[in-house]
């Protein structure tokens, strides 16, 4: 028997909850000329963060003329710093798919084959290069970052609280109709 007092109440928190599946992490999509050097320390450094401050957030780099592989100083670089590329990982050619499916997208000094929505994108230009030295242009990535991350994670916060104040309207109305008298359907 459906009781027509609860049924929305029920729905509302199994919505809430996200107890009929969980989605994709949001991605944050790093694009440089070779995607091999300052998307992928970007990525690097952006899924480091992520984790260590339990942000839900992912990072993936692409290129728009892919090297085929990242290179020593970077890879050795990147090491130093703790942190690491994926297993298996080479450069890839950003595509439509990758554009389309990233919650932002920022580029480094390129401009993107593919069209984006302008407010996704974010153009960090006129960084450090990496054949200048690894310390300055990844401490300069580390930054921009780290910004980043906290603009992420501010955007976040609200979204949780604009959920939490439906949560409590449908709590309310829920309360209402608990006071109304509907006959059960059988």
Not at 42 to 71: H, I, K, Y
Not at 122 to 132: E, K, V
């Amino acid at each position: 028997m459906i009781n027509m007092k609860t049924t929305p109440f029920i729905v509302a928190m199994l919505l809430a909850s996200g107890v009929w599946g969980q989605p994709a992490p949001p991605t944050v999509l790093f694009v440089c000329e070779h995607g091999a050097v300052k998307s992928v320390v970007a990525a690097a450094r952006f899924n480091q963060l992520a984790t260590e401050r339990g942000l839900p957030f992912r990072a993936v780099s692409r290129g728009t003329a892919p090297d085929p592989m990242v290179p020593a100083p970077v890879s050795d670089g990147l090491k130093g710093e703790g942190l690491t590329v994926p297993a298996g990982f080479s450069p890839a050619l950003v595509t439509a798919t990758d554009v389309n499916g990233a919650l932002r997208v920022v580029t480094f000094d390129v401009t993107l084959p593919v069209s984006a929505g302008a407010s996704r994108i974010t153009r960090w230009d006129n960084l450090p290069a990496f054949s200048d030295g690894y310390g300055p242009a990844s401490r300069a990535i580390a930054a921009k970052v780290d910004a980043l991350l906290r603009e992420l994670e501010a955007a976040m916060k609200k979204k949780r609280e604009e959920r939490q104040l439906e949560s409590e309207r449908v709590l309310q109305l829920h309360q209402q109709l608990v006071r109304i008298e509907l006959p059960p359907i059988e």
